[in-house]
């Protein structure tokens, strides 16, 4: 039972299928993959140009030498909220948190400097991710009195569609790590610092809420960008999926479901605007530098900041990442990734599947490739205009996998096909050429294809005479080895010319030549084919001879002429041959022999496409049964410039001169012409045919319709084998 045979379409659709699974088990190799086409992209954006808004004091290298090493001391703190404060920073955010008193005199120096600051200070303060980073397990009371200490971090407002908050899908905290009370109390606000990284270590995302047990947390940047707005209405969406929405006021910032906003990068470190702290406190900073603005104190020296990884860096401080998130929210400058985005990557994946399936069937391999390089270099620019013209993030990886897996799984089809294809040709075609020929045809197997095509081609008939009255004085296992000899022997021969063996027929050969490989010289082929098959047949009467069994004689019949040649089979059986009109003129030559006691007869066309490497005699002028007109018909005789054998070419020009005789009615000169030609040569059949009909005209003349033309009876039409 064969195979069942799978489409292409059923292929395409079973690959996009894969790729969308993969897609929804989120397989980490492919997840790390895209968000380093993340990061290529953040880096072909280049450096952009940071909001004025917002400005970083920084403990840098310098600042360490001119003040000592860090922590400083409380009151050196205060020292530069003040100095801040006098030159009009309208929020000072602290990306440092001070969970642990130093002295009272110190912590009531930075609280008092908090409290008198003209501009909002807003306090960092860390988050215990879990229970074990808090030192000590701690009870729910303790939890919430730690969570009030930390309240001016609390989204006031929350919608929810979601009753039960513990089942929306947000990021989880185990408890606050808050500053010390005076410094709470003295502060505007206060935001928790510290975010994680992705799997690779490359900081990409930031929360706007985690859940703290019943509670939702604001981060630093977050909290400092409300103070500077004026404190505009926040308010935070949530839905059974997660955050659906966050607004401070009218401005709409765009996280994922778990409430993590895509952090800007705005260039490489440095790229926003950074002081020294030693200059503040030495008051080399020109007056109004942070005025009407920002400021974000954090550590940025080597081996005393929170170091990041980012797509521009190894080295990223992480007072400069939350400053970069502050200036987003304040610029409403974001990165997003579309809601549905799942959806549009399966659509994008599908999109891109489907040309390449579609585009891939109508071309070759080569163009197959082609066409998978453009339309994946499209999907790759087109997501790079995306992200650097509109902040938009959609997926490469998956779009490309399902190009790259259609492709490479409709070329494996086509290449298994062409495979069995060419087995399959090898099994059948091979019965019929040459191997050189089937590896022809299989360089274009196409050409095979139901259905035929019409063009000049010679066929060869040839059939062994008398070999079943023969055949019956033999054992039939000895007929069959003798048949079986020969065909191998004449088979030989039509292969060594380029020959197409058609079929066996009893003791009949059917030969064409011309296709399916192409050959301008097919006539000239089939004529040198015929002689050496006749060559062979006598050399092996010699070896029958010899072993006691009957010597074989055979006529050939050769024509060209346009006939339709192709699978003429169905889509059962697979039968390459040819048809038409050309094709019976030829099986017709190959009776006509009887007539003649010839050996070889060729159509006027062979004998024209020949041309003069052979030796041709006319022979008659015929009317082949089923048709109207007459036919040339000639004798191939020898190649051109053989040896012939003494008497042989007088009886050919005696031969010519009685034939035009007997065409110019003029029979007795035709009659004594065939019977010199006889003279010369007394195997000459045609020469005693004509003889014959010359005298059986003189006795029963034509009528004055007579054309010259020998009409072929239907006797001579029957099998004589």
């Keep these: 039972m064969p195979g069942r045979v799978i489409r292409p379409a ?40 940071p909001s004025p808004a917002v400005v970083l004091a920084v403990v840098d290298e310098r600042s360490l030498a001119a003040e000592g090493r860090w922590p400083w001391p409380r009151e050196r703190l205060a020292a530069l909220v003040d100095a801040l404060s006098r030159d009009g920073a309208r929020v000072i955010a602290f990306d440092v948190a001070f969970p642990e008193p130093e002295s009272p005199a110190a912590d009531g120096a930075l609280a008092a400097a908090i409290g008198r600051s003209r501009g909002k200070v807003v306090l960092g303060y860390f988050l215990h991710r879990r229970a074990e980073s808090a030192g000590a397990p701690l009870d729910a009371a303790e939890i919430e009195r730690r969570v009030r200490r930390v309240g001016g971090s609390r989204w006031p407002v929350v919608r929810t569609r979601e009753p039960d908050l513990a089942r929306t899908p947000l990021l989880d905290a185990y408890a606050p790590q808050p500053n010390l009370d ?34 939702l947390l604001a981060p630093l940047p977050l909290v400092a960008a409300w103070e500077f707005l004026g404190r505009p209405t926040p308010a935070l969406s949530l839905g059974p999926d997660g955050v659906e929405r966050v607004q401070l006021g009218e401005r709409v910032i765009p996280t994922d479901g778990h409430g993590q906003l895509l952090v800007d990068y705005l260039g490489p470190p440095g790229t926003l605007p950074a002081v020294s702290a030693a200059d503040v406190l030495r008051g080399a900073v020109p007056p109004g530098t942070f005025a009407g603005k920002l400021v974000l104190v954090g550590a940025t020296a080597v081996g005393i900041h929170d170091l990041r990884t980012s797509p521009f860096s190894p080295v990223h401080a992480g007072a400069e990442i939350n400053a970069t998130l502050a200036e987003n929210v304040l610029s409403s400058r974001f990165l997003s990734r579309p809601d549905g985005w799942i959806l549009l990557d399966f659509l994008a994946a599908a999109a891109l599947a489907v040309l390449v399936a579609v585009g891939g069937s109508r071309a070759r391999a080569l163009g197959g490739v ?7 270099a499209g999907w790759v620019l087109l997501a790079g205009w995306l992200f650097v013209r509109h902040g938009i993030w959609v997926s490469v990886v998956y779009p490309l996998l399902a190009a ?19 087995r399959r040709i090898r099994a059948t075609f091979g019965q019929y050429v040459a191997p050189e020929v089937v590896d022809a045809v299989l360089a274009d197997p196409g050409r095979l294809r139901l259905g035929g095509e019409e063009k000049v081609l010679t ?10 009255a023969q055949c019956e004085r033999l054992p039939p296992r000895e007929m069959v080895e003798i048949l079986g000899t020969y065909y191998g022997r004449m088979t030989e021969r039509i292969f060594a010319q380029g020959g197409t063996l058609k079929e066996y027929v009893g003791d009949e050969l059917m030969a064409f030549f011309g296709a399916p490989l192409e050959q301008d010289d097919h006539a000239a082929r089939a004529c040198a084919a015929a002689l050496a098959m006749g060559e062979r047949r006598r050399a ?14 055979a006529r050939t019949g050769i024509n060209t002429g346009p006939m339709l040649v192709g699978n003429l089979g169905s889509t059962y059986r697979f039968a390459y041959g040819v048809l038409g009109d050309q094709v019976n003129l030829g099986s017709r030559l190959e009776s006509l022999n009887r007539e003649y006691g010839t050996e070889i007869l060729v159509g006027e066309g062979t004998a024209v496409a020949a041309g003069p490497a052979f030796l041709f005699r006319e022979v008659d002028l015929v009317r082949v049964k089923g048709k109207a007109q007459a036919v040339r018909v000639h004798e191939l005789l020898a190649r051109a410039g053989d040896a012939l054998p003494a008497g042989r070419r007088e009886a050919l020009a005696a031969y010519a001169a009685g034939l035009a005789a007997y065409r110019a009615r003029r029979w007795d000169e035709a009659l004594a012409r065939f019977e010199e030609a006889v003279g010369s040569w007394p195997d000459d059949g045609p020469s005693r045919a004509m003889a014959g009909r010359c005298r059986a005209v003189l006795r029963s003349p034509p009528g004055a319709e007579w054309d010259g033309a020998f009409e072929q009876s239907a006797a001579a039409l029957r099998e004589t084998g």
């Design 540 to 553: 092996l009467n010699a070896e029958f001879a010899a072993a006691g069994r009957p010597a074989l004689q």
């Design 459 to 468: 066929v060869l008939f040839s059939d062994l005479e008398g070999f079943t």
């Design 182 to 215: 005076a410094l709470t109390a003295a502060a505007a606000s206060s935001g928790f610092i510290g975010m994680a990284s992705d799997a690779d270590g490359v900081l990409r995302r930031a929360p706007l809420a985690v859940r703290v047990g019943d509670e």
């Design 404 to 422: 790259a897996l259609v492709h490479t799984v409709l070329a494996a089809h086509r290449y298994l096909g062409e495979a069995r294809e060419r």
């Design 10 to 49: 059923a292929l395409t659709l079973a690959a996009c299928l894969l790729v969308f699974a993969l897609q929804a088990l989120r397989i980490p190799i492919l997840e790390l993959t895209e968000l380093k086409t993340y990061d290529l992209r953040v880096q072909a954006r280049g450096a952009l140009v």
């Design 370 to 376: 082609a066409l998978l390089g453009a339309l994946c």
